[in-house]
């Protein structure tokens, strides 16, 4: 199966998980060293990041290894409190300024070309002492810090990410999976997402007005979503897999790359409908006004999609483990006779990744995808064949879903380049091409088999056997 000439791969970070030097040079605090700091055994075996992969320091050996295994890009995440320490603009450090022009130039000269994530979950603390995303002028920061990362970097980035993953933002309110692991109930998790989709639009309408004209660039939001199917088929199954769809990718999807923006119907419908029943004067949804749906409605210049696995649907059942659940009234499982990997969560499913490309054109009239996550996760090891399957079987069906059924997609990338800390599972669970030694106080770098696939591929532009 050979793969078009102009179609982009790419491999990827984000800050926290990579950098280390945590307060080294100016750098403020974030709310990962907070909570790792005051908490430690909020994360297995207590491990953070606060040294990471120590790519701070080690840069120009990362570069080295995606130049060596020949990627065309690589998704790198910039730290705000690196840049702004207090989170707005009442410092602004330069030794973080400078680390990224580094970083930046380094790609530029050997050829790769970066896309820039500018939110990776790492908040600035001191946002997160005001409310973090529950503020709704949490809006007016992210602009300013984005305002900043365009005037010096816009020239040399091309591709932008505003925000990774909105949902796992979320949870970091509904939950303890992540910072800054609060365990709020709903509303808090629309009013997240809320901010969250102002804020896209935000920087992606500023980008318009004051700096696309000469930096021509591409902007888009990481949104990560499931392949849902129904369980069996059965017209119950079936509205429960759409109802899934809407409260998961709808969620963010259809505000912004729907021709009608806002949310989607059955959303608002049914969270109006809980939240009367549970005596509320209004619903748990905000809602947005005419112009703010406008102002997010095509906030896009393609769709970044983040995925990895598939669930089957049917109806949900109480008791339900929160309110949000309550709202989506569906039983996601999973089929047992897929192939897992070492992270329970995930299971090796590459047709999903078919689907759910086929979904995103029907539903969103075929915008460009670049698959901005997609990867693998095992616990230690060069030998990683699994990882090898995973990522030539989910390739194959991408291009099964270009070919085929014409989907407009235009990238992919593996996460990860290198094995990183994976949030609560610390060092546990590793996601990379290229194995690091934590032991090691040189946090040596050795490329496992995955990369050999990955650099046979980029050489011949053929999905190769191995
Ligand atoms: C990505 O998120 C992140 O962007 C990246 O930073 C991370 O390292 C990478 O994945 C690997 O995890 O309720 O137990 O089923 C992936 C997000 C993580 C979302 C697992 C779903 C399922 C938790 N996914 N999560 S569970």
Redesign the pocket.
């Known amino acids: 199966m050979s793969i078009p000439s102009d179609f982009i791969f790419a491999c990827s970070t ?1 800050s926290y ?1 990579i950098e280390g030097a945590w307060n080294i040079d100016g750098k403020g605090e974030n709310i990962w060293d907070r909570l790792t700091h005051i908490n430690p055994n909020f994360v297995s075996n207590n491990d953070n990041g606060d040294i990471a992969c120590n790519s701070y320091y080690l840069y120009k050996e990362d570069v080295k290894l995606i130049k060596n295994i020949g990627f065309d890009m690589y998704r790198f995440s910039i730290s705000w409190a690196r840049i702004l320490p207090n989170g707005d603009l009442t410092n602004i450090n330069d030794a973080g300024i400078r680390y990224y022009h580094n970083l930046i130039d380094e790609l530029l000269e050997n050829g790769i070309k970066p896309m820039v994530t500018m939110y ?1 979950w790492d908040l600035p603390q001191k946002l997160q002492d005001i409310g973090g995303w529950m503020n709704s002028l949490i809006v007016d920061y992210i602009e300013d810090y984005a305002d900043l990362l365009f005037k010096l970097y816009g020239d040399k980035v091309k591709w932008w990410i505003t925000i ?2 909105p949902a ?1 933002i979320i949870a970091g309110y509904s939950s303890e ?1 992540y910072a800054p692991a609060l365990n709020l109930d709903s509303p808090a998790n629309y009013i997240v997402g809320h901010n969250i989709l102002k804020g896209h639009a935000k920087i992606f309408r500023l980008y318009e007005t004051k700096y696309r004209l000469k930096q021509q660039g591409n902007i888009s939001i990481s949104i ?1 979503a499931s392949c849902l199917l129904p369980k069996t088929v059965s017209k119950e199954n079936e509205e429960a897999t759409n109802q899934g769809w809407e409260f998961t990718l709808g969620w963010f999807s259809h505000p912004i790359f729907s021709k009608g923006g806002d949310y989607p119907e059955i959303m608002k419908k049914i969270i109006d409908e809980n939240s009367k029943q549970e005596g509320r004067k209004r619903s748990r949804l905000p809602t947005f006004t005419k112009e703010e749906i406008q102002f997010i409605q095509g906030s896009f210049d393609f769709f970044a999609l ?1 995925h ?1 696995i598939t669930r089957l649907c049917s109806p949900g059942h109480p008791p339900f483990s929160s309110t949000y659940l309550k709202d989506i009234n569906v039983n996601f499982e999973i089929d047992p006779t897929w192939p897992n990997s070492k ?3 995930l299971q090796i499913v590459p047709f999903g990744l078919k689907e759910l490309l086929r979904f995103i054109k029907y539903k969103y009239n075929n915008p460009p995808v670049f698959i901005t ?1 997609n ?1 693998y ?1 095992e616990s230690k090891g060069l030998n990683d064949i699994d990882r090898i399957t995973y990522h030539r079987e989910y390739i194959k069906e991408m291009l099964v879903a270009k070919e085929k059924f014409e989907c407009n997609v235009i990238g992919y990338t593996a ?2 380049l290198m094995d990183n800390f ?2 609560k599972d610390g060092f546990e669970f590793q ?1 990379g091409i290229v194995f690091v030694d934590f032991n090691d106080p040189n946090r040596k770098r050795t490329p496992k088999k995955s990369a050999d696939f990955f650099k046979q591929l980029l050489k011949t532009r053929n999905i190769p056997d191995i």
Do not use: D, I, L, V
């Open positions: 984000a998980q990776h990774n993953e796992n999976k990560n983040n990895y992270a329970p969560w996550e990867g996760c996460w990860s994976e949030w996601f």
